[in-house]
């Protein structure tokens, strides 16, 4: 078992793995990585050579399920540390197993596929570094923008609800659960865009937090007629203007439409964030 005093060093062995598979910033910050290796119930592993913590994983409860994390230091693979990891942490789940990755490997795939693990969920994440020049996209004719505010946010979750209801696994967020998930401490309300047609209907958004486009969307009268790519551009400017020189995001692997929207933006691919489940 691994004792509090060593988050730290899962803390390291968890960015060399970012370093390496690459992966959102994100889940290389203390309190991303302290999420899933801390808390009630949760069941820590490690595995040491002379001393030097080079994989580590962690089971916790969560809801009806066991969600469960690992990581192999990119120096100490194919020694068969991460199977004994996950035959460790399986072992210690009571009910439903979840394992979560945010980048998910050929040799992790493979890993999971053996235990009899299926995978639930699988996004793309895509980042645009400094070196590819902004794009100017020009809004369709009729169509106007306004920057999220207090008097705004309903108007942007019609437009959230019209734009997703029909993609697969729309929960149904009421205004407030949406909010509630959106705004954060890094939430850009400047770079989060809402479109509304000639009537002043809403028809598009995009929202943004620092260094991340969160979401974006138009209702399914407006796809395909460039709305979707003027706003992602207006939001992209107005992000690299405020200093993010590199911007990320992640499209789910059933979404092809946005995946190709994004890379007509210059985006590239880094990494695949993945769930695999086994009941």
Do not use: K
């Not at 290389?28 to 302290?34: A, I, L, R, Y």
């Not at 942007?156 to 705004?183: K, N």
Request: glycine share 12%.
């Amino acid at each position: 078992m691994l004792p509090d005093s060593e988050l730290g060093a899962v803390l390291g062995v968890v960015r060399r793995c970012l370093a390496a598979d690459g992966g959102l910033p994100v889940t290389g910050e203390p309190s991303f990585v302290n999420r899933r290796y801390d808390g009630p119930g949760t069941v820590r592993i490690g595995a040491y050579e002379q001393g030097r913590l080079v994989a580590c994983g962690a089971a916790r409860p969560y809801a009806h399920r066991w969600s469960l994390v690992g990581a192999v230091d990119p120096d100490f693979r194919g020694r068969g540390l991460g199977g004994e990891l996950l035959d460790r942490l399986m072992t210690a789940a009571e009910t439903v197993v979840q394992v979560e990755t945010e980048a998910l490997t050929p040799a992790a795939e493979e890993l999971f596929h053996a235990r009899g693990l299926r995978q639930v969920f699988a996004e793309d994440v895509f980042r645009l570094g400094p070196e590819v020049p902004p794009e100017q996209a020009a809004l369709p004719d009729g169509i106007r923008v306004e920057e999220w505010g207090e008097e705004t946010r309903g108007a942007f979750c019609q437009a959230y609800c019209a734009s997703f209801a029909d993609r697969p696994g729309y929960p149904g967020l009421t205004l407030e659960q949406w909010v509630s998930w959106l705004v954060e401490d890094d939430f850009r309300p400047d770079a989060s865009l809402l479109a509304r047609d000639a009537a002043g209907a809403p028809v598009g958004f995009v929202v943004c937090a620092e260094g991340f486009l969160v979401q974006l969307g138009a209702v399914p009268a407006w796809r395909r007629r460039g709305l979707g790519r003027a706003l992602a551009a207006a939001a992209l400017a107005r992000l690299r203007a405020a200093g993010d020189a590199e911007v990320f995001l992640d499209v789910n692997v059933n979404n092809p439409a946005s995946a190709a929207l994004f890379r007509g933006l210059g985006f590239t691919g880094v990494s695949r964030r993945a769930r695999f489940e086994r009941r």
